[in-house]
């Protein structure tokens, strides 16, 4: 059993930075891909970043060159740098880990997933 437990989330204006953080349980974190995932009112949940166990990112395109996905295994956790916010990234953000290391971005791939948090960018 994983435990992922986010936090970081809040309102910005337009332009503005946040950063999340997902501190996970378990004793083989560097083992897993951590995923980013965002789900606004009436949408579905979306693929935002992925990092695998090695070193490998991936970005959906609205958000190449403003959030930045990083892991501290060390510290069991993994971030999200959320750069040049626009209104049409609010939504819940939900972290999630995938302990048989696929390195998928697909919603199914995940086997754990934290709570959420809410971001919110005003124009």
């Known amino acids: 059993q994983v435990q992922l437990v986010e936090s970081g989330g809040g309102s910005v204006q337009a332009g503005g930075s946040l950063r999340l953080s997902c501190r996970a349980s378990g004793r083989t974190f560097s083992t897993y891909t951590m995923g980013w995932f965002r789900q606004a009112p009436g949408k579905e949940r979306e693929f935002v970043a992925i990092?695998?166990?090695?070193?490998?990112?991936s970005y959906i395109n609205s958000v190449k060159g403003r959030f930045t996905i990083s892991r501290d295994n060390a510290k069991n956790t993994v971030y999200l740098q959320m750069n040049n916010l626009k209104p049409e990234d609010t939504a819940v953000y939900y972290c999630a880990a995938d302990i048989r290391a696929r390195g998928l971005s697909i919603y199914a791939a995940y086997d754990y997933w934290g709570q959420g948090t809410q971001v919110t960018v005003s124009s």
């Open positions: 990092s695998t166990s090695g070193t490998s990112t």
